[in-house]
């Protein structure tokens, strides 16, 4: 009877044991869901706080863009004299770290490095870069035998390039090869601001160094041929120059513009810079009312109209950065110019097919062709 009673006090110790467990289990199973549903809720709310966190960080970045779209107009307008350095990117140096000293180092081994003193105060950077044919009697020479090889009897190109960079451009060493290689002197410099010239950039300032040097090659060639040859921004420098030389009576022998623009004006709202702005409301009164606060109109539609002397155009239709239409639209404007009545006048385009864009018509094979067509007569219209 002991050992019945112990053996049922065990059997049910055994049975409340095994209740208690499934009690526990229960328990267990409880607090388990509910870490798993805490468990859960915390990485929703996890998500949700990531959504609400890259949001807000899109805001932020929207309304710190939004600011600085609106705040570039107003403070453009407040100091137009950030406009002009915008128009003349003179302080932009391309290809970098290149001695101007040496054009050699460009692969210009039959050219002379000087400078030249337009005003007191003012020395400008100046290359000349003699016909290919003297290149084995280059070597070697000083300044006084670069200053008589322009009475040889060939022509001279007065070239002026456009806004950033410096006369050792990349694209513009080629084309002074190319011209070179084609029988012309080249003379080219860095406007007063540019390069290794001294001064400050400006419209008139631009004109006047233009002059000078057209006045120093002309000293030395006599009635020998000078052709002016202005590209991009030095197309208006060049209109204006022969503007001034016409009105003197004393014309050059023929106007080349490579990539063209009407002027300033229309060239500023037509540049893919302005494409984010060009539809703001009171673009004119923002980006190019600035422009003309500081003096600067390179007006060649306006130009054209006191210019007698023959006149090429040569554009790219693939051209983004002065747009083929306004070189066409000079043209037009030139072609129907009574000052320019009895001149050759020619609009030259090349195709997008060639991707010549900008800076590379240099590159056209047509080239030497269309000069020396151009150049050989200059009395009818074209």
Known sequence: MRKRKNSADHDSAFTSSLLDGRSDLKHCNKTTDAGSEA???????????????????????MIWVLGIYIAIPVIIKLCPSIQAK??????????????????????????????????????????HTVPVVMWREAQGKDAEWFDKSFQSNHPVILYLHGNAGTRGG????????????????????????WGDSEGSPSEEGMMSDSLFLY???????????????????????????VRRLCDRGTPPDALILESPFTNIREEAKSHPFSMI???????????LDAISANDIRFASDENVNHISCPVLILHAEDDTVVPFHLGKKLYDLAAQSKSLNGHKVQFIPFPSSLG???KFIYK?????????????TSHLHV
């Open 39 to 61: 468990e859960g809720s915390g990485k929703a709310m996890g998500r949700r706080y990531k959504r609400g966190g890259l949001m807000g960080r899109l805001k932020r970045i």
């Open 86 to 127: 915008i128009v003349f990117l003179n302080f932009v140096r391309v290809p970098y770290f290149i001695d101007l000293k040496r054009p050699l180092d460009q692969g210009l081994n039959h050219t002379h490095n000087f400078y030249l003193q337009p005003e007191e105060g003012i020395n400008i950077g100046v290359w």
């Open 170 to 193: 990349d694209h513009r060493v080629q084309l002074y090869k190319v011209l070179s290689s084609l029988g012309y002197h080249v003379v080219t410099f860095d406007y007063r601001g």
């Open 215 to 241: 006045q120093w090659i002309k000293q030395r060639i006599g009635q020998k041929q000078l052709y002016i040859w202005g590209h991009s921004l030095g197309t208006g420098v060049a209109t204006n120059l």
């Open 277 to 287: 702005y060009r539809y703001l409301p009171g673009f004119d009164w923002f980006f």
């Open 356 to 358: 010549y864009r900008h």
């Open 364 to 376: 056209s094979p047509q080239l030497p062709n269309i000069l020396s067509d151009f150049l050989s």
